[in-house]
């Protein structure tokens, strides 16, 4: 199956015709959050590919056509997905939480993750704490990733939310229980 992961940044290939060649072949779109609502629009419209998704911290609206994962466990063509949007509250506003708040969502999907029988591929905005997250608040990550990832070992973990203007910043790296984690700011294809 091919995924094509979006997050935080536009890419001027993705956002005109070249989008065809760029993503020939893409079956499922994945956004890891704070996009525009017309550019995820206009991603599900070219692509032809069901788009999943999860809030940001920016993020207000909800891209027509698209499917809201975050919070929930959704199954696609046997990939068990569990999304869980936004970062870690920094400021008053939507889609920030506390660590014990994100906990606390968790916890409450927890049954739906016991039903399926797991997760195959973590969806998330923020990072998870100590792997690629950042010192400050607005961009440190939430330590119960670790622990979704050390209970399920999903292949997958996507986030976005670390741009890599930032500075120090890796695309890739592996988790302690062998989960691949992938900061997808602007996009990758994923090949599974």
């Known amino acids: 199956m091919k995924i094509l992961a979006v997050s935080d940044e536009e890419n001027n290939i993705l956002w005109s015709e070249k989008i065809k060649e760029a993503a020939h072949g893409v079956e499922l779109i994945i ?11 206009f991603l599900l419209t070219m692509i032809n590919a069901p788009l999943l998704y999860v809030f940001g911290n920016h993020d207000e609206d909800r891209p027509e056509g698209g499917i809201c994962i975050d919070g929930r466990v959704y199954e696609f063509e046997g990939l068990r997905i569990l999304g869980l949007g936004g970062s870690m509250r920094y400021r008053q506003g939507k889609n920030m939480y506390t660590e014990d708040e994100m906990t606390g969502r968790f916890l409450r999907i927890l049954p739906r993750v016991w039903l399926k029988g797991g997760i195959d591929i973590f969806v998330s905005h923020a990072p998870a704490r100590g792997y690629g997250d950042l010192d400050d608040l607005a961009h440190k990550g939430f330590e119960i990733f670790n622990g ?43 090949n599974l």
Not at 31 to 41: P, T, V
Request: with cysteine; aromatic share 10%; charged share 30%.
């Open 31 to 41: 956004s890891c959050g704070d996009l525009r609502k017309d550019y995820l629009e």
């Open 148 to 190: 979704i990832l050390k209970r399920y070992k999903p292949k997958y973990m996507l986030h976005g939310h670390i741009h890599r203007s930032y500075g120090r910043v890796q695309k890739e790296l592996v988790h302690e229980t062998g989960t691949k984690i992938i900061n997808v700011c602007g996009y990758i294809i994923l």
